[in-house]
């Protein structure tokens, strides 16, 4: 356990109260600088005050531990939560105690092993689809082509819809609601949703139109009968304990946040991995050479997932370096205790898996992307909770499995085939919203790979 220098102080270091609003206000903008300079500054556990609230900024696998597992009893989700409660009602990533576990135990046989691989058959056939559209030589975003990729998958993996002229009304809806998420939140964040501000009115449009689609796809499913899809799963749910099953509103909620959750992390998170292939060159020809490999010249499956070791590696040293969900938090909801301090009831405590796996105490050279650095002997000797894309504890993301699939099959299907090369004009940077985006998007060329089918 990270233990602080002496035993039960009340609070740990921080920014002096007078200037403590700093960071905060800051993180408006960015989520991730702030943090990691007050961290850098102030040690593994730190202290920021906002008028009455506490902000306890935390940077150890051994303190995500304790709120994540150990502790787990004595937390619940952040104030932020609030804001993504608005979009995604009281679904999986909002809803708290035994709702929340009565919710995961009936959507769990959504995604187990003999279903994940039926989605995987989807996956390869929606990317290879996707690479017969791109031609030699073409200029593209590629965070719109996977934003539109993920989202075909998960239309018609999970709702056997075809959602392709969905798309562009999600997207849309999506680049009004994710900017307001700092605006919505404590303290004056009740204020400004009252407010009668053109925004206010265009976040709850994006909102109405969410909605209509996945009703839509509630009352076709009803119509139809079951369709063996995760939304047929949820409609037919019932819980084990008292028979009861689920109502419209709740499978809305459901199907709202696989859906949104489902297609926007882990499109980033292949976004991110086309940028650092094109970026390292030497990385790139090893994920060739597997993919060259393993498939011989012929179309994937989803039987290959298994084989595509190194390409998964890639993935994960990605999902290091531009963990999609970058930042998360708790709020105590009693009085406890973290690495020697008095954690008061109330207190928000945050921490960001960007800053902790750029750590090179747990990363050495935590700058490099190594895919070697996964290799079973080196990851096996690392803290478990060093590397947190998905979460960790009960709160593990319940749709993990499927997204280990998607980004290794997605890339493994359109790598086969392309390459692709950062726009020399453009520069990188970080959107660091709800999920971390890259700002103005990924701008890239195609070139087709020489002897490729």
Not at 413 to 418: A, D, I, K
Request: charged content about 25%; aromatic content about 10%; hydrophobic content about 40%.
């Amino acid at each position: 356990m990270a233990v602080a220098s002496a035993a039960w102080k009340k609070d740990p270091p921080g920014p002096h109260i007078l200037v403590s609003w700093k960071p905060l206000y800051e993180s408006r903008r960015d989520h991730i600088t702030p943090i990691a300079r007050v961290i850098q500054e102030y040690g593994d556990i730190t202290l920021c005050r906002l008028g009455h609230v506490r902000f306890y900024f935390l940077n150890h696998p051994d303190y995500f531990q304790e709120i994540l597992v150990n502790k787990h009893k004595f937390m619940r989700k952040d104030v932020y939560f609030n804001f993504l409660s608005l979009v995604l009602g009281n679904g999986l990533l909002t809803s708290e105690g035994d709702f929340h576990l009565r919710q995961r135990r009936m959507i769990q046989p959504a995604f187990h092993r003999e279903r994940i691989r039926g989605y995987g058959e989807s996956m390869v056939r929606c990317a290879l689809a996707l690479r017969e559209t791109w031609r030699d030589g073409q200029d593209l975003n590629m965070a719109t082509e996977m934003m539109g990729l993920t989202l075909a998958i998960v239309g018609k993996a999970l709702f056997n819809s075809d959602v392709a002229v969905e798309a562009r009304k999600v997207q849309q809806a999506l680049e009004i609601i994710l900017p307001m998420d700092m605006r919505y939140l404590p303290p004056l964040g009740w204020l400004m949703r009252r407010l009668p501000l053109p925004s206010n009115y265009r976040f709850k449009q994006a909102v109405r139109e969410l909605d209509e689609i996945l009703f839509r796809m509630i009352e076709e499913h009803r119509r139809s009968g079951d369709q063996g899809d995760l939304l047929s799963m949820l409609l037919e749910a019932q819980d084990e304990e008292d028979g009861a099953g689920m109502t419209d509103r709740q499978i809305r909620d459901e199907a709202l946040t696989l859906f949104l959750a489902g297609h926007e992390s882990t499109a980033l998170a292949i976004t991110w991995t086309w940028y650092l292939l094109s970026q390292h060159p030497e990385v790139e020809a090893k994920f060739h050479q597997e993919l060259d490999e393993v498939f011989q010249g012929r179309e994937p499956t989803a039987d290959d997932y298994a084989r595509l070791t190194y390409t998964r590696w890639v993935l994960a040293e990605s999902m290091r370096l531009y963990p999609p969900v970058y930042i998360n938090g708790r709020e105590a909801l009693e009085d406890t205790t973290l690495g020697g301090y008095t954690i008061p009831k109330g207190a928000q405590i945050i921490y960001s898996s960007y800053v902790t796996q750029r750590d090179p105490r747990f990363f050495p050279h935590p700058e490099r992307f190594d895919p070697e650095r996964w290799r079973p002997e080196i990851a096996e000797k690392r803290h478990k909770f060093a590397y947190i894309p998905f979460g960790a504890g009960r709160r593990l993301c319940i749709g993990e499995p499927f997204a280990w699939m998607e980004g290794v099959l997605v890339l493994a299907t359109l790598g086969q085939r392309w390459q692709a090369r950062l726009d020399p004009a453009h520069s990188v940077g970080l959107d660091p919203r709800i999920t971390l985006r890259p700002r103005n998007g990924m701008p890239m060329s195609l070139h087709r790979r020489p002897g490729a089918p």
